[in-house]
């Protein structure tokens, strides 16, 4: 039981990043665009490194305890896949204007935070239907982020229920990976409605869909294959892993990368993904 609370722990904490992110967007003096790309180049390396090294090589050996070295690989190959194809759909199925990972300009993190001028009135012919689709638009990226986070937030339990350890490293990555997100809903949110706190609210509940997301896997999990014990079966863990570590990849290649590069100058995402990597590898040797 103490190893589920420290992974619903976890969980919470990196969900709760969004959070984090619209309230640097409301104190920051400026947005520093190259610590984003850092963070979420580091982030990026910290989940491509963890998923390669670790969590597929863990999902491989609890396959193996059931099926043998041969289809224990077989299966875990094709784990690895469908958590890929899982996430593409989810991300496929999102509106394109949903995007939580766009670049948001230096005047528009300025009137987020007060220190410019008040935004112009709207006329009213036109102003109202724009703050519309800005309204629009910030609720469309909340979801988005929301149903990115399932997976995500499944992802962090799941390693945090098998190795707290790990799971403290893959937290730490999403967190990292969730600021730019919240900075994402809260900036047209506030835009359209001039209410910070409102969009603060719509940027945390975004979050919340991680822990929330986990613990209903983990339940649904729990119900269909876990022992009276609780204890999921070598198999399932071995095809859980293999999933988790197919999401994690899709997020790092086809989000965090990307992100990193839009946010970046110069190496700046390759000096993160490589800082993140390093980072992983001596925590492993560590433990």
């Not at 969980?11 to 520093?32: E, H, V, W, Y």
């Not at 007060?114 to 009213?124: F, L, Q, V």
């Not at 835009?191 to 919340?208: C, E, M, P, Q, V």
Request: charged share 15%; net charge negative; proline share 5%.
């Amino acid at each position: 039981m103490s190893n589920v609370l420290i992974a619903f722990g976890l969980t919470l904490f990196a969900g709760a990043a969004t959070g984090i992110g619209s309230i640097i967007a409301f104190t920051a003096k400026r947005t520093d665009h190259r610590f984003l790309s850092i963070a979420t180049g580091f982030s990026a390396g910290v989940m491509l490194y963890v998923s390669f090294v670790e969590i597929l090589i863990k999902g491989s050996e609890a396959l193996a305890q059931r099926y043998g070295e041969y289809w224990g690989n077989w299966i875990n190959a094709g784990s690895f896949f469908a958590g890929i194809l899982l996430i593409g759909i989810i991300d496929n199925l999102i509106p394109a204007h949903g995007n939580p990972h766009a670049v948001h300009s230096e005047a528009e993190s300025r009137e987020l935070r007060g220190d410019g001028a008040a935004p112009d009135e709207p006329c009213p012919d036109e102003g109202d239907a724009h703050n519309h689709e800005l309204e629009r638009m910030g609720l469309f990226t909340a979801l988005a982020i929301a149903i990115h986070n399932f997976p995500e937030g499944l992802a962090t339990f799941l390693a945090a229920l098998q190795d707290p350890a790990l799971g403290v490293a893959i937290a730490v990555a999403v967190a990292l990976h969730n600021i730019p997100e919240g900075v994402s809903v809260s900036v047209p949110i506030y835009y359209a409605t001039g209410d910070r706190k409102r969009a603060f609210i719509y940027s945390a509940l975004s979050g919340l869909a991680e822990p929330v997301g986990a613990l209903i896997a983990y339940l649904a999990l729990r119900l269909v294959v876990g022992g009276a014990d609780g204890v999921f079966p070598p198999q399932v863990m071995g095809v859980l892993f293999g999933a988790v570590a197919g999401i994690m990849v899709y997020i790092s290649l086809d989000e965090l990368l990307p992100t990193s590069r839009a946010y970046g100058q110069g190496h700046d995402s390759l000096l993160g993904v490589v800082a993140g990597m390093a980072v992983m590898a001596v925590s492993l040797l560590l433990i």
